[in-house]
């Protein structure tokens, strides 16, 4: 499973069981709500402190490789070629716009 992908199931799960627990203890409404985002927020700084940083350490690499023209986006695909090109293409007509005749 993708770092990424499983730092964002914990996280969701953690909010499901605090809200679950936080219904369970008799908080409703507002406070319910606000009770479960903040209790599941300081639960998820110090519980999933490894699965965060494994998650960033995987996005940094994964930014090092497109940097190095190793990764799947680096601009070697069908479809990076093709906004390059479409970029190339606005670029000189651009260009032939400011060269026109100024009148």
Known sequence: ????LRY?????????????LAYAVGLRGVWWLLVTAVVSILLSFVLL??????MTQAILDRQQQRAQGGGPSSGGGRFSRGLDDDAAAEDADDDRRREGPRG
Do not use: C, N
């Open 1 to 4: 499973m993708p770092v990424v």
């Open 49 to 54: 402190r490894g699965p965060r940083e494994q």
């Open 8 to 20: 964002t199931l914990l996280r969701l799960s953690l909010l499901a069981a605090v809200g679950l």
